[in-house]
């Protein structure tokens, strides 16, 4: 997912686990230069099924967590959209 805020690219990349102990997500953003700004991480308890969307969202909110309220907005409303614009 990527994304423009005040002029700044801004690149979004989930990665999960879903075998063994450490079952999970991280998201992790990338400014315009490649450079990791902040990354988010969710874990599943080893009793509960893993669920990419859910993992995906705890670990973009946890990640953006200390951003100002009309960024998060901004990447919310991004994430919202994100699977139905035409990639092409």
Not at 17 to 26: I, L, P, Q
Request: aromatic share 14%; glycine share 8%.
């Amino acid at each position: 997912m990527r994304i423009k805020i005040d002029g700044r690219d801004y690149s979004f990349k989930f990665m999960h686990n879903t075998t063994g102990k450490e079952r999970g997500t991280v998201c992790r953003v990338f400014n315009e230069a490649g450079d990791q700004v902040t990354y988010g991480v969710s874990n599943v308890h080893p009793k509960d099924n893993f669920c990419k969307e859910k993992g995906r969202k705890i670990a973009l909110s946890r990640a953006i967590s200390k951003w100002d309220k009309s960024y998060r907005t901004q990447v919310w409303n991004e994430y919202r959209t994100w699977g139905a614009k035409d990639r092409w």
